[in-house]
T-cell receptor
Framework: DTGVSQDPRHKITKRGQNVTFRCDPISEHNRLYWYRQTLGQGPEFLTYFQNEAQLEKSRLLSDRFSAERPKGSFSTLEIQRTEQGDSAMYLC???FGLGALQNTGELFFGEGSRLTVL | DQQVKQNSPSLSVQEGRISILNCDYTNSMFDYFLWYKKYPAEGPTFLISISSIKDKNEDGRFTVFLNKSAKHLSLHIVPSQPGDSAVYFCAARSYHSNYQLIWGAGTKLIIKP
């Protein structure tokens, strides 16, 4: 098992362009999370899937952000009309659990996709 | 409103000595606390956790202590090794956050040879 993989590792784009990040979780994990991290801060929760269902979205996730996990395996995070404030590291994590109380917080993270908006 | 605070941005410790990383929280409803470790250019990796019904959990060189009355937890690393140099994040969950993790800003630990 190669762990959680994210692609691309680094994306530089101009303001106003759309970008898409992909995450491949650990194969037996049913839960997938997207986080955003800026310099000097801890990760901030964006959204969470259990299988293909998007169960929760943070207030941070504006309508320019959309995430999908169509077949309950890989996930994509798209940012439309990027702004300079979107520059951050976007982290994907996965875990296995069957209920909220089973979410003890042990997440397996990918290496992240760094977005730079010029 | 920062519910989980790591007030020391960095900490320098001599190899072989004890490293103590601190974390304070404000939400008394947190029921699970975790420490993650992050190397540059890598994602965070889980290190150790503790339930709110316990006051100590130990795993090898790593021990986490929880003081609920003070809303404080700490991570002790004994003895500290050069490979422990990393950023350490404290995180917590509660029913009110739908059990999603709330993270501190991290403390950069530097182990000096």
């Amino acid at each position: 098992d190669t762990g959680v993989s994210q692609d691309p590792r680094h994306k530089i784009t101009k303001r106003g362009q759309n970008v898409t990040f992909r995450c491949d979780p650990i194969s037996e994990h049913n839960r997938l999370y997207w986080y955003r991290q800026t310099l000097g801060q801890g990760p901030e929760f964006l959204t969470y899937f259990q299988n293909e269902a998007q169960l929760e979205k943070s207030r941070l996730l504006s309508d320019r952000f959309s995430a999908e996990r169509p077949k309950g395996s890989f996930s994509t995070l798209e940012i439309q009309r990027t702004e300079q404030g979107d520059s951050a590291m976007y982290l994907c994590a996965s875990s296995f659990g069957l209920g909220a109380l089973q979410n003890t917080g042990e997440l397996f993270f990918g290496e992240g996709s760094r977005l730079t908006v010029l | 409103d920062q519910q989980v605070k790591q007030n020391s941005p960095s900490l320098s410790v001599q190899e072989g000595r004890i490293s103590i990383l601190n974390c304070d929280y404000t939400n008394s409803m947190f029921d699970y606390f975790l420490w993650y470790k992050k190397y540059p250019a890598e994602g965070p990796t889980f290190l150790i956790s503790i339930s709110s019904i316990k006051d100590k959990n130990e795993d090898g060189r790593f021990t986490v202590f929880l003081n609920k009355s003070a809303k404080h937890l700490s991570l002790h690393i004994v003895p500290s090794q050069p490979g422990d140099s990393a950023v350490y994040f404290c995180a917590a969950r509660s029913y009110h956050s739908n059990y999603q993790l709330i993270w501190g800003a991290g403390t950069k630990l530097i182990i000096k040879p």
